[in-house]
């Protein structure tokens, strides 16, 4: 059973930085792409940044380019996935959600939100 957990949600204020990681446990596939997604007060959830195990692609919105930055780590047999968020902004707020499918490219996990197995989200709140 795939199981996805993240954590380092927080408070923060605007300018400041946060690391929020995912783990996968269950999934056994090694060609794959992980990835973040966002969802605000008000809005529906929304690729942020998603990352291919298979050929190293990365994918970013519009709105985080230059600012987070994708990675990802085998550690103790699971898929790691970390997103360093820096100079937060108080859009930024919302519920994080990490998730991950077998065969799928940057664009149609990020854009699609093609994913077969989510996390139940760590909310990242940015205010003053």
């Known amino acids: 059973q795939v199981h996805v957990a993240e954590s380092g949600g927080g408070l923060v204020q605007p300018g400041g930085s946060l690391r929020l990681s995912c783990a996968v446990s269950?999934?056994?596939?090694?060609?794959?792409?992980i990835g973040w997604f966002r969802q605000s007060p008000g809005k529906e959830r929304e690729g942020i940044s998603c990352f291919s195990a298979s050929n190293g692609d990365k994918w970013y919105s519009d709105s985080v380019k230059g600012r987070f930055t994708i990675s990802r780590d085998n550690v103790n047999a699971k898929k790691i996935a970390y997103l360093q968020m820096d100079n937060l902004r108080p859009e930024d707020t919302g519920v994080y959600y990490c998730?991950?499918?077998?065969?799928?490219?940057?664009?149609?996990?990020?854009?699609?939100?093609?994913?077969?197995?989510w996390g139940k989200g760590a909310l990242v709140t940015v205010s003053a």
């Open positions: 998730g991950i499918r077998g065969f799928t490219t940057v664009q149609q996990m990020c854009v699609s939100n093609m994913v077969d197995h």
């Open positions: 269950g999934f056994n596939l090694n060609f794959f792409s």
